[in-house]
């Protein structure tokens, strides 16, 4: 089959890997629809993540091709949406709602790589979830997207406790920041903020439930939150950025009392632990329980009450994947999805 591999940074090939095979009974194979370039993936890309050949791909959708003797909920002939982290979603911690802390949890990306054209998901039962039937074409970048863009943000918002009444500011206008948007507004905010200073994405964000545009960043931004809640600050802030500066602007933005959720991927991120005391904030954020979210996702894209799929300005076949990766890297691109 064929499938994306990076080299090193800046080095991305499409190339001839093996077909992969059952190896454990809970094991099963799918025959990939769509994948997609993420966000996280411009870490190695980058050089800021180590990078040796590397197998990519952590977004899927597709037709269960083969399961293994124990595999229950799935079958093939399926359509199925996976989430990016391997899960059992029986044992205790999954059972509480957060399924990428599993004791079975293991990465998509680190050893299975997505950006191809099957893929072996173990533990099938617990990470993948059948769609009602066969979709349509154009549900099925929107069903993609419940893989991980929309499943973080949303799991963002709700980290946030965004919901009725609620004030939501979001920092970051990539695809996660603005699903974030788009959870936000379906878990009933009353005002939701977006920080952007991209046109074409701002304007993405008004459509997924923006009722405010913020362009300013570091401590201007925090200010201009602050003056547009009567300089209190959002009930709610989600971060979706990983950097020191977006981070402690999320911190800064946080009313007193307030909830910061946190998804953006933060390797150079130091927290001043005075300030973090001072600020009398909850947080909570980390890799996101995807897999928790999947059957409510799915449900309102086949209900077309959400249509994360827009998220998607650039489509490209697999095999120009590496141009993909330019375009993203350069900002050319918000998210990129590679056909099959």
């Not at 399924?99 to 949890?105: E, G």
């Not at 990539?174 to 977006?194: D, H, N, S, T």
């Not at 909830?259 to 927290?271: A, E, S």
């Amino acid at each position: 089959m064929r499938g994306v591999v990076m080299y090193k940074a800046g080095d991305v090939r499409v190339e001839e890997r093996e077909d992969p095979k059952i190896i454990e009974p809970t094991d099963a194979i799918v025959k990939l629809t769509a994948t997609c370039i993420c966000g996280s993936d411009l870490w190695p890309y980058r050089g800021i993540e180590p990078a040796d050949h590397q197998v990519m791909g952590h977004e899927y959708v597709g037709v269960v091709e083969e399961v293994g003797s124990a595999v229950r909920n799935v079958r093939p002939g399926d359509f199925v949406v996976g989430s990016f982290v391997i899960s059992d979603n029986t044992c205790e911690i999954c059972q509480a709602g957060f399924t990428s802390k599993c004791v079975h949890a293991e990465f998509v990306s680190q050893t299975i790589g997505t950006q191809a054209e099957k893929a072996r998901i173990p533990h099938a039962d617990g990470t993948l979830v059948a769609t009602p039937g066969q979709p349509d074409p154009e549900l099925i970048p929107a069903l993609l997207a419940a893989s991980d863009v929309l499943g973080t943000g949303w799991f963002a918002a709700v980290a946030a406790q965004a919901g009725p009444g609620k004030t939501v500011a979001v920092v970051g206008d990539g695809a996660v920041g603005l699903m974030a948007v788009l959870a936000a507004k379906q878990l009933g905010a009353e005002r939701v903020i977006a920080m952007s200073r991209h046109p074409e994405r701002q304007k993405l964000a008004r459509y997924y439930g923006a009722t405010d545009i913020v362009e300013e960043r570091g401590e201007a931004g925090v200010a201009k939150i602050k003056e547009l809640t009567n300089g209190l600050g959002a009930h709610s802030v989600i971060e979706a950025v990983g950097t020191q500066e977006s981070f402690m602007q999320a911190v800064g933005a946080t009313r007193g009392g307030g909830h910061l959720g946190y998804v953006g991927l933060n390797y150079d991120v130091t927290i001043p632990g005075i300030e973090l005391f001072f600020a009398g904030i909850h947080t909570l954020g980390g890799p996101a329980p995807v897999r928790h979210f999947l059957p409510e996702l799915i449900q309102l894209i086949w209900d077309r009450k959400i249509d994360p799929g827009k998220v998607f300005d650039l489509t490209l076949p697999l095999d120009q994947a590496a141009e993909g990766y330019k375009a993203m890297d350069e900002r050319r691109a918000t998210k990129v999805l590679l056909t099959l």
